[in-house]
């Protein structure tokens, strides 16, 4: 199934955020969009693992305090509807799809 136009645009503004200004000369076809649907998806599951991640104790909290609240916001992040990804995932995503997105639009 091809993109309409609305979903072409769409698609090359997401991308332009990601890769910037290179991309404006970039077909945007089915082969791009499921490369865009890869590096999504690997940026979501980034991004829940961050979720993960304990945030720095403040100077002077008591210990004890710091993990319960923290295994709290754990929870509640865990349990949030995931619509943002960290930047560090997406970039990561980003770069190591590169490649790929360079071959899609050379026709490889």
């Keep these: 199934m091809r993109l309409d136009l609305v979903e072409r645009q769409d698609l090359k503004a ?3 955020k ?5 991309v404006s000369s970039w077909p945007m076809n089915d082969k791009v969009f499921d490369l865009t649907y890869v590096m999504v998806s690997e940026s979501s599951k980034c991004s829940d693992l961050m979720d993960l991640v304990p945030r720095p104790i403040a100077i002077g909290q008591s ?3 710091y993990l319960t609240k923290q295994a709290r916001s754990l ?3 865990r349990l ?4 943002q990804h960290y930047a560090v995932c997406v970039s990561t995503a980003a770069l190591r799809m590169k490649i790929k997105f360079q071959m899609a639009i050379s026709g490889i």
């Design 14 to 16: 997401f991308l332009l």
């Design 18 to 22: 990601v890769y910037g200004p290179q």
């Design 63 to 65: 210990p004890i305090r």
């Design 75 to 77: 929870i509640l992040r």
């Design 80 to 83: 949030k509807q995931r619509e």
